[in-house]
């Protein structure tokens, strides 16, 4: 497949994944908080070799990505996401799904809330009342929330900012599909905060359950993204029947 790599709005980096035998449908994608866009290739490459186009962007103030800047607010995060929406428009793309991981499915949630042109969205690893969660967590020192990879606001910070736009966001998104998905091994969001999100999403809505870590949650939910994908999106019978699903090497 082709891998390119585009600058977008404020200078924003996103990564395109060409889609083999496409289905006209994209996702843009955003990674986790002190990640960047490389933690999410084998999810994107996956998705791609089974005809979803993808656009992978890395949020600013993140050291280990490629867009500079700084992470001022949640503001930051929902606007680099529209700019690599918009960069897929200007590609062609017309049904267009938001995707994240961790602090990207937050901001996944939030930029499809707020703006009806996404198809639906796609969240892994995030929940509901994450603030005092990570609150307790940073006080015990159970987990490193790996501020020193952030040119901007904490962890914390962002998710007390980011947790009073969730209902909003739901409510925006009521009517259009949304993929909630939870990691079996979790440290820093249990399965009880992603089903609460669920909850108190408007229909249509699923969760599922992976085995996975929080780190890798985004890579070993791939299966599961394909085939919420695949029910909305068939190909046609015949292109089906000639092209298996099969995993994409890596």
């Avoid at 929902?78 to 897929?88: N, T």
């Avoid at 015990?140 to 966001?169: C, F, Q």
Wanted: aromatic share 6%.
């Amino acid at each position: 497949m082709n891998v390119t790599l585009h600058r977008v709005g404020d200078g924003i980096a996103v990564l395109e994944y060409e889609a083999r035998r496409a289905r006209d449908v994209a996702l843009v994608v955003g990674h986790g908080y002190s990640s960047s866009k490389h933690n999410l290739d084998g999810m994107c490459a996956f998705l791609a070799s089974h005809g979803f186009a993808v656009y992978s962007l890395d949020f600013p103030g993140h050291k280990l990505g490629a867009s500079g800047g700084r992470l001022r607010g949640v503001d930051d995060l929902v606007g680099a996401m529209a700019a690599a929406a918009e960069f897929a428009r200007s590609r062609g793309a017309q049904t267009i799904y938001t995707v994240g991981h961790s602090m990207g499915a937050t901001t996944a949630l939030v930029a499809a809330g707020g703006d009806s042109r996404f198809a639906g969205a796609v969240a892994i690893a995030t929940g509901y009342g994450r603030p005092t969660v990570l609150d307790a967590l940073a006080a015990r020192g159970v987990v490193d929330l790996r501020a020193a990879y952030v040119d901007g606001l904490s962890l914390p910070e962002l998710a007390s900012a980011w947790e009073p736009l969730l209902d909003d966001a739901l409510l925006g998104l009521a009517g259009r599909p949304v993929l909630f998905v939870a990691a079996d091994r979790d440290g820093m969001v249990s399965r009880a905060s992603v089903e609460e999100l669920h909850r108190r999403a408007g229909e249509p809505k699923t969760l599922v359950t992976v085995s996975s870590d929080h780190t890798f949650a985004g890579d070993n939910s791939r299966a599961a993204i394909l085939h919420w994908l695949a029910a909305m999106h068939p190909r046609r019978a015949a292109a089906a029947a000639a092209t298996p699903l099969v995993d994409a090497p890596l």
